[in-house]
């Protein structure tokens, strides 16, 4: 199902715990890594490395705001949007992403290239405004700021 | 005064998360101490240190332990919650980026304490990067023999997993989080039984925040009363405040408890941005009450004093608000994150939540009436104290607490009717 590093990080995983079940977040993190988000065929594998049924599975990954069965774009650009953020200026950050990329919190880029979010505290809030970038923290940001960094990914 | 530097001390030197940092500068010394001492002598010395939970609850850290029943045959755990989520608050993060082994020697004392051989630290799954940071310092630890079989020659055995989470501010409640390490929906769960008696897997589980465990090795090194004069009477020793909103220097920032909030907000934070007054802060993260610029005035950092004022001094999440911020734009703000982030489980907060966010965008819009205003403080009244689990309450207090200290910036946005008719 998986690329043999992947598959050798969930056996990892499944030995590591006391009960193999507790191994389900980390493996649905590293299957919407390798394939950029939660598929159906994702879910029954999961389901039956772990002796769940696949709905187990599949209500776990609805649960969590971090797992997307839609497509989130190659960057998934993530603008904090909650309190310190917003005293600092969060509504002008995104504000400025949906006119730069034409698209609003939710949507993807027609390129495929950029999904724009609108998400919960990421505290970082003494570093606001914040965004993540997949994984990767961007703080104390300014509109100029923004433009760099969208200019200087991959 | 000013900050007083015991968890962060080694923040600032090079290298700061290698184990040989680390112990040049006192590191391991307080668990070499701690596996010569009985498991009662450490309890006793960290309920001296008067230590309550800095996740938010506050509850007394000592008190927690001591309900771990070490007698039962079940295998016991110890699960350090790193979920940090709530919003105002970012100290833990730092706590684990800058100075990975004092939290890993805290939680070897804390589970030796309890008699657990794994533990876990549930990390909220957006600080990805410090997973390797943690995953680094555990194998360091275990190459210099302070985890893994037979520790430092004293048979004790301990491993720690990391184990990421993702994306739930619920998880942060110690029931949900271990529903969520179960691998299952983070729903909270009934209390009693608590976490200590039917914890992980149905066994003995002790659950104590980032900078609970990372307090641990000064109070065994040093002793409960070095710790406890550190802060006040009631609320011993120092902790981490994250500064954030309108101020000059926002940060984390460790002073004694006790310590002035005015103080923490002019010196340490250099006073509000741009010259202006304060309006309103929020001391302890976004889930208690708001407070205005003359409670703040009088507030202390430590529970008492912050419970005078009539707040809360829970995670430390201080966040300031000058003269020009609208309190119902602010409160509309947090309402949203709690509907968001409300599990589903109970009608209450789930429901009441939801109809909150739409009576606030119904004001926004400029078609609200003063019932509006009325059918949102009903509507706290029907979900305090009756929702599944305390995320009810907290998305109740920031309300109502709001439209008490700050009545005008909601009554301006709507227009006066004739009273609602009450069931009789």
Do not use: H, Q, V
């Given at each position: 199902m998986f690329s043999p590093q992947t598959e050798a990080k969930i056996d990892a995983l499944i030995a590591k715990y006391p009960y193999k079940r507790s191994a389900i977040l980390p493996i649905i993190h590293l299957a919407q890594l390798e394939q950029g988000k939660v598929t159906e065929e994702a879910i029954h594998y999961i389901a039956d490395r772990l002796d769940l049924e696949p709905v187990e599975v599949y209500e776990v990954v609805t649960f969590y705001s971090m797992y997307f069965m839609e497509e989130i774009g190659k960057y998934h650009l993530q603008v904090c949007r909650t309190l310190s953020c917003m005293l600092c200026g969060a509504e002008e950050i995104t504000a400025h992403l949906e006119k730069k990329l034409g698209i609003k919190p939710g949507q993807v880029t027609p390129d495929g290239r950029f999904r724009l979010s609108e998400v919960e505290c990421l505290g970082s809030c003494a570093t606001a405004p914040v965004m993540q970038v997949n994984f990767d923290y961007y703080e104390n940001l300014t509109p100029e700021k923004v433009d760099e960094i969208l200019k200087n990914l991959p | 005064m000013a900050e007083t530097k015991i968890?962060?001390?080694?923040?600032?030197?090079?290298?700061?998360?290698s184990i040989d940092t680390y112990l040049k500068t006192g590191g391991y010394q307080a668990l070499e101490k701690a596996l010569k001492m009985t498991q009662e002598e450490i309890i006793e010395e960290v309920k001296k240190s008067a230590l309550r939970g800095r996740g938010g609850a506050g509850f007394p850290t000592g008190l927690k332990w001591s309900f771990v029943p070490r007698s039962s045959p079940k295998p016991k755990y110890l699960v350090c919650?790193?979920?940090?989520?709530?919003?105002?608050?970012?100290?833990d993060r730092y706590l684990m980026e800058k100075d990975p082994h004092q939290l890993i020697e805290g939680m070897i004392i804390s589970a030796y304490a309890i008699g657990a051989n794994l533990s876990f630290?549930?990390?909220?799954?957006?600080?990805?990067?410090?997973i390797a940071v943690l995953e680094k310092a555990i194998e360091e630890a275990r190459a210099r023999g302070y985890l893994g079989k037979n520790i430092l020659g004293s048979k004790f055995e301990l491993d720690i997993i990391v184990h990421p989470g993702a994306g739930a501010y619920i998880c942060g409640e110690e029931t949900a989080l271990l529903e969520s390490l179960e691998g299952k929906r983070g729903h909270p769960r009934i209390k009693p039984p608590f976490p200590a008696v039917v914890?992980?897997?149905g066994c003995p589980t002790l659950v104590n925040n980032v900078e609970t465990l990372s307090a641990v090795p000064h109070i065994i090194l040093k002793g409960g009363d070095w710790y406890r004069q550190l802060g006040t009477e009631k609320s011993g020793g120092t902790k981490m405040f994250s500064l954030s909103g309108h101020v000059n220097r926002p940060g984390n920032y460790e002073v004694r408890m006790g310590y002035p909030l005015m103080q923490l907000i002019n010196e340490e934070g250099g006073g509000i941005r741009d010259g202006k007054k304060l309006k309103a802060v929020i001391p302890g993260g976004s889930s208690v009450p708001i407070i205005n610029a003359e409670e703040a005035a009088r507030c202390n950092l430590d529970y008492e004093s912050c419970q005078s004022v009539g707040t809360m001094l829970a995670s430390g999440g201080v966040i300031v608000m000058d003269e020009t911020t609208d309190i119902f734009e602010t409160t509309f703000n947090l309402i949203k994150f709690y509907k968001h982030e409300?599990?589903?489980?109970?009608?209450p907060c789930r429901e009441g939540t939801d109809w909150l966010v739409k009576l606030f965008k119904k004001i926004k819009s400029g078609s609200g009436t003063q019932a509006d205003l009325e059918l949102i403080e009903r509507l706290c009244v029907n979900i305090e104290g009756r929702s599944h689990c305390p995320l009810g309450e907290a998305a109740v207090l920031p309300i109502t607490s709001a439209m008490k200290r700050f009545p005008e910036d909601f009554t301006k946005r709507v227009r006066k009717t004739l009273p609602v008719l009450q069931p009789a």
């Open positions: - | 968890l962060t001390a080694r923040f600032d030197l090079p290298n700061s998360t919650n790193a979920d940090e989520s709530e919003p105002g608050t970012c100290k630290i549930y990390i909220r799954g957006e600080y990805w990067y410090l914890g992980l897997y409300s599990c589903g489980w109970c009608t």
